[in-house]
């Protein structure tokens, strides 16, 4: 079975600095794309950041120029550090993943962490 767990949230006053963490456990044989999306309340799950293999990026309008988005392929981690952080980025951060868990099977599947919540005051 594969796992994200995601770690690094919490409250932080508006102006001000956090760098969440995810990493993916279980049965992986190579992992391709990475992502955050995020959830405030009575809203959709919307994409923030992404990163591919092949070391492309691309950013939410919201968060470009504040936020990073990094990976360590050989620990299985993605980061997002978020930078000038506003009340507007509240929301519960989600870490993404596509996966192929078998080296016998080409298919990939995406999977998702269980969330860690961000809340920025004013």
């Known amino acids: 079975q594969v796992q994200l767990v995601e770690s690094g949230g919490g409250l932080v006053q508006a102006g001000g600095s956090l760098r969440l963490s995810c990493v993916a456990s279980?049965?992986?044989?190579?992992?391709?794309?990475m992502a955050w999306y995020r959830q405030a309340p009575g809203t959709q799950r919307e994409l923030v950041a992404a990163?591919?293999?092949?070391?492309?990026?691309n950013y939410a309008n919201s968060v470009k120029g504040r936020f990073t988005i990094s990976r360590d392929n050989a620990k299985k981690m993605v980061f997002l550090q978020m930078n000038s952080l506003k009340p507007d980025d509240t929301a519960v951060y989600y870490c993404?993943?596509?996966?192929?868990?078998?080296?016998?099977?080409?298919?990939?599947?995406?999977?998702w962490g269980q969330g860690t919540q961000v809340t920025v005051s004013s």
């Open positions: 993404y993943a596509d996966i192929r868990p078998y080296a016998n099977n080409r298919f990939t599947y995406g999977y």
């Open positions: 279980g049965s992986i044989f190579n992992i391709n794309d």
């Open positions: 990163s591919t293999t092949g070391g492309s990026t």
